[in-house]
């Protein structure tokens, strides 16, 4: 996320105000689109032009409008999206062309997709893979063959159904564009259509049952990860709730896979399964799966991706059969009264086995090295991940430590958002026993430098940075240690602040992410010491309190708690994210 949001909203409105004076109605038809037409292009908008008129639909009044109106009726929000895929000039019928496989669930969705995208890449077909959230770029959010779609692929296909929509929004629907996801759902199903893709592999953003990726009609095969409590909001309040919400991705006589769930979810999902009429199995563990000699290698490290590594097999074997065998019947699990049955624990092929072993899925479970300052990110943003990172950073961490030859020392690069409960994660932070804590908004840069993939309207900045002070202050109660006044963190209206506050010797809060990792890495990385890299100014005060920094033998940074967090890190840690 950057600073200056008012440039941003002056170029979409520019943008907007450009495709009202074109003579847009010459180049549509009135009634529905073919979504093979490839409609033209407005000449000399680039890459930044289309994310920047992208990131106008966050905070459009009439988007405010819809969530208010559909909140108390959430089926609403399914009718709503087949309007705007119309509108776009596809028809709902059109994606059962993308053989699509459909995730959900709270914690690894995201690395199963991962997962089962790379095996049946693997096998040479042609894949889709639509997720969210992004870290770097939007176009992350939709991948073709493992690599999210070039700049000037999105720009491209952005315009056709930025314009479609807008010509259409006048008469129809309220004047009302789509909200910034749903547009991107109907952005990636466009692009899976034109690009011909063998299969969709498509993760479901928030819930499942109403949910905007849930206007498919007859996904190929359905798979539930690991459930937990998050968007409560949304999704209600207990687990019982989140998973009726879930299990609403299933389809009749589709096949569904689930990770095993505690006894009260599970229960949900077998009356969801029976309810809609598909049949529901539950993956059995990794070390079930039967192999020649060695056991099965995963490119993502931690315990917890061993179930998701169980359902990604389950899930590409089924489309695999599907594929190869399309006459073949689906059978029912054995257990009729249950609802529910054990899936088997097949052999997998040395193509499954390999995909396993070269999956990769940035800013989770991901380890990078850049000199003596090792860098662990992972996303983990709900107590139940938050665990599963802490697991994984304690083994792993441990491991480098005892390599390194001298003292390390450990810092926390945290932040959260939303309604999630920072407290209780931080909780389960205090064992790793951090020398540094530092805090910072998600915010990649405090100037005026504008990357339009990481703006946010959704929120200010002053609530940023009021939540890295909460942080702050949780932090320093977790580990016992008094209130003490202080210097705060002054906040502009216009502009961050370059200055760095404290509170005390072991946390710190800084107005951005750049100015934090300048100053836990301390000279000693040699990307952020690149001269391209501005240099943001601190107190004295502030860098005598990084003696043990510079003198350290190791530096070890675990940054958690925000994708986007970790994806502003990434940003400045490797230039790949940023071309």
């Not at 997962?115 to 997720?131: C, K, N």
């Not at 563990?285 to 290698?297: F, I, N």
């Not at 072993?357 to 990078?368: A, N, V």
């Amino acid at each position: 996320m950057m600073v200056r949001f008012s440039r941003v909203l002056e170029r979409g409105s520019v943008f907007a105000a450009f495709l009202r004076q074109k003579d847009w109605s010459s180049k549509f038809t009135t009634v529905k689109y073919s979504s093979t037409k490839a409609e033209p292009r407005l000449h000399r908008m680039e890459y930044q032009d289309a994310v920047c008129t992208l990131n106008t639909l966050q905070t459009n009044a009439c988007a405010l409008e819809q969530v208010r109106r559909e909140r108390g009726h959430p089926q609403l929000q399914l009718q709503a999206m087949r309007g705007f895929l119309e509108r776009a000039g596809l028809v709902v019928e059109e994606l059962d062309h993308l053989n699509i496989i459909h995730v959900t669930g709270t914690k690894g969705k995201g690395s199963t997709c991962a997962f089962t995208e790379h095996i049946l890449r693997s096998y040479g077909f042609r894949t889709g893979f639509y997720s969210s959230p992004h870290l770097v770029q939007v176009r992350e959010r939709i991948r073709i063959n493992g690599k999210p779609i070039g700049k000037e692929l999105f720009t491209k296909y952005f315009w056709q159904v930025y314009g479609r929509l807008y010509e259409t929004k006048v008469d129809t629907h309220g004047g009302s564009m789509p909200a910034y996801f749903r547009f991107l759902t109907i952005l990636a199903f466009h692009v899976f259509l034109q690009e011909k893709v063998d299969l969709a592999v498509i993760e479901v953003g928030i819930g499942g049952a109403y949910d905007c990726t849930n206007i498919i009609r007859r996904p190929w095969v359905c798979g539930i990860a690991s459930l937990g409590i998050d968007h409560t909001s949304i999704l209600g309040d207990t687990i019982e709730k989140i998973a009726w919400q879930k299990g609403g991705i299933f389809k009749p006589g589709v096949p569904a896979f689930t990770v095993k769930q505690p006894d009260g979810p599970m229960m949900v999902l077998k009356e969801r399964a029976k309810e809609i009429g598909c049949p529901l199995w539950v993956c059995p563990e990794l070390e079930e799966y039967p192999a020649d000699s060695e056991p099965l290698r995963l490119g993502l490290a931690g315990h917890h991706q061993r179930s998701n590594a169980s359902l990604a097999l389950q899930l590409s074997h089924s489309w695999l059969q599907r594929r190869c065998l399309p006459d073949q019947s689906i059978p029912s699990p054995a257990d009729e009264s249950k609802g529910v049955s054990p899936a088997a624990g097949f052999q997998p092929s040395p193509i499954m086995a390999k995909g396993l072993e070269d999956t990769e899925w940035p800013g989770r479970t991901q380890t990078l090295k850049h000199g003596p300052v090792t860098y662990f990110l992972d996303g983990a943003h709900t107590t139940r991940s938050m665990l599963a990172c802490v697991s994984w950073f304690s083994e792993v961490a441990s491991q480098h430590e005892r390599t390194t030859g001298g003292p390390v020392v450990r810092v926390l690069l945290f932040n959260a958002t939303g309604e999630r409960d920072s407290a209780a994660m931080l909780k389960l932070l205090v064992p790793c026993h951090f020398d540094f804590a530092v805090f910072c908004p998600n915010i990649t840069e405090a100037i005026a430098s504008c990357n339009a993939d990481q703006q946010n309207f959704n929120v200010s900045v002053e609530n940023m940075l009021t939540r890295c002070l909460d942080n702050q202050r949780s932090w320093r109660l977790l580990n016992g240690q008094e209130e003490k006044p202080g210097a705060q963190l002054l906040i502009s209206r216009d502009a961050l602040p370059l200055v760095a506050a404290e509170r005390c010797s072991k946390t710190l809060v800084f107005p951005c992410i750049l100015s934090a990792l300048q100053w836990l890495s301390q000279g000693r990385d040699s990307v952020l010491a690149h001269p391209d890299k501005r240099v943001i100014p601190v107190k004295p005060s502030v860098t005598a309190k990084a003696a043990p920094l510079r003198d350290a033998a190791g530096i070890h940074v675990l940054v958690a708690g925000s994708l986007h967090l970790v994806g502003g890190v990434l940003k400045h840690l490797d230039p790949s994210f940023a071309s």
